[in-house]
C-alpha cells in the first residue's frame, strides 16, 4: 500500500524512468539475440524524437493553453538544418545530385552554414527558436490567442511547407533530402551496429535532459504563472505579469525542442522531406499529447510512444486502409469522455482502487 501511494505521490516520474528503462535494455536484448534485426531500435529511434516535441506541445498546449497545429514547421527545420550537415558530409562538401540537375553550378549560400558540425548543430537550434520568437513576439503581443493563433500557425506551416516545395533547386522539393547517414555513419546492417546503438543512447539522453528541464520549468512558479495564463489570462495580465513575455518564452522553448526532435529523426530516418512540415503532421502531434494527456509533461511522452506503435502495427495487413480511422475514433472518444487521456484515467482510477483495497482490510 505504501508503495502504490509513493508511485501515485511521484508517478510521473516514475513512470518516465521505467519507460526509459525499457528503451534502455532494447539494444541490449537486440545484441543478445532477443529482438531480430535492427529495424526495432530505428523504430523507437524515431518515437523518441515524437516524444521531444510532444513534451514541447504539452509545455505550450498543457500548460499554457497555446493550441498550435503548426509544431511541424518546427520539427521540419530542425530536421532539414540537420539533413543538409549530413548531406554535405556525404557529398565532401560539393553541390548534391538535386543541386546540378536543378542548374545549380556552386554551393548555395544558405548550404554554406551547414558544411561544419559546431554551426549546423547550432543552426538546428537557433532557426527553430529564432522564427518562433518573430511569430510569438508579434503575435502574442498583440494578444491573439484561441482560435486565432491556432488557424495562425497552420497557415505558417501550409506557407513554409509550399516554399520548401517551390525552392526545388535548393531543397529537392516534394522528394526532400535523402540518402544520408547518420551523424556517427551508417546505422544499417549488423556491422554497424555500434552506430546505431551510440545515435539510440544519445537520443535517449537528449530526452531524459529534456524532461528533466521541462519538468524544472513547470514545477518552479514559472510553471504556476503558465498555469495560470491558460486557466485566466486577463486576470494574470491584472496582477502584473508580463504575459506576452511568458507565452513567448515558453513558445520558443517548445520550438526549440521540435527542432532537436527534427534532427533526431533524420538521423534514424535516413531522409526528411516536406510531408514531416504538414498541418497533418502537426495536428498529429497534438493527437499524441491529447491522448497521453495534457499538462502532465509524462503524459505526452506515453501518448507519443503509444499512438505510434498503434500506427506501426496497425497500419500494416488487415486494418492498413482504416488505421486513420481507428487513430481519429480514438481521439474523439479521449476528448469525449476521458479528458485527461492516459495519465487522467490513471489518476482518477487509482485513488478508487486505493481505498477499495483498504475497504477490504478493514472488513477482514
Known amino acids: 500500500m505504501r508503495l502504490l501511494n509513493l508511485f501515485l505521490k511521484h508517478g510521473s516520474d516514475t513512470t518516465f524512468g521505467i519507460i526509459v528503462f525499457i528503451l534502455a535494455i532494447m539494444p541490449v536484448l537486440l545484441a543478445a539475440g532477443v529482438l531480430n534485426g535492427g529495424s526495432t531500435i530505428l523504430f523507437l529511434g524515431k518515437c523518441i524524437s515524437f516524444a521531444i516535441v510532444a513534451i514541447g506541445i504539452d509545455l505550450i498546449w498543457g500548460y499554457t493553453g497555446i493550441l498550435s497545429l503548426g509544431h511541424g514547421l518546427y520539427f ?3 530536421g532539414y538544418a540537420m539533413a543538409m550537415y549530413l548531406k554535405l558530409q556525404a557529398t565532401g562538401g560539393q553541390i548534391t ?27 538546428i537550434l537557433i532557426i527553430p527558436g529564432l522564427t518562433a520568437w518573430l511569430v510569438g513576439y508579434f503575435i502574442f503581443k498583440n494578444r491573439v490567442k484561441g482560435v486565432y493563433f491556432s488557424i495562425i ?67 518552479r512558479k514559472f510553471g504556476k504563472v503558465l498555469i495560470a495564463i491558460r486557466d485566466g489570462e486577463n486576470r494574470t495580465y491584472f496582477s502584473g505579469y508580463p504575459v506576452s513575455r511568458f507565452k513567448t518564452f515558453i513558445y520558443v522553448v517548445s520550438a526549440v525542442f521540435a527542432g532537436i526532435a527534427g534532427a533526431i529523426f533524420v538521423n534514424f530516418n535516413g531522409c526528411i522531406t516536406p510531408s514531416q512540415m504538414t498541418i497533418t503532421y502537426s495536428i498529429g502531434m497534438v493527437i499524441w499529447v491529447a491522448i497521453g494527456g495534457r499538462g ?52 482518477e482510477k487509482a485513488p478508487n482502487f486505493i481505498a477499495k483495497i483498504r475497504d477490504r482490510k478493514v472488513k477482514a
Not at 556552386?106 to 558544411?115: D, H, V
Open 76 to 78: 521540419g527545420l530542425g
Open 97 to 123: 545530385d538535386f543541386m546540378h540537375i536543378g542548374g545549380l553550378t556552386e554551393l548555395p549560400l544558405i548550404w554554406k552554414p551547414f558544411l561544419h558540425a559546431p554551426g549546423s548543430l547550432f543552426l
Open 153 to 219: 500557425s497552420q497557415a505558417l506551416t501550409w506557407a513554409a511547407c509550399s516554399i520548401f516545395i517551390a525552392m526545388s533547386p535548393y531543397t529537392n522539393g516534394n522528394v526532400g533530402i535523402t540518402e544520408i547517414k547518420s551523424i556517427f555513419g551508417s546505422i544499417k546492417g549488423s556491422a554497424n551496429q555500434g552506430n546505431m546503438f551510440t545515435l539510440f543512447y544519445i537520443s535517449l539522453f537528449a530526452l531524459v535532459l529534456i524532461y528533466a528541464i521541462s519538468r524544472f520549468l513547470v514545477t
Open 296 to 347: 502532465t509533461i509524462v503524459g505526452a511522452v506515453i501518448g507519443a510512444f503509444f499512438i505510434n506503435i498503434c500506427e506501426y502495427n496497425l497500419s500494416s495487413g488487415s486494418t492498413v486502409e482504416i488505421w486513420q480511422y481507428i487513430i481519429g475514433i480514438l481521439f474523439c472518444v479521449t476528448i469525449l469522455f476521458f479528458k485527461g487521456g492516459i495519465v487522467g484515467l490513471v489518476q
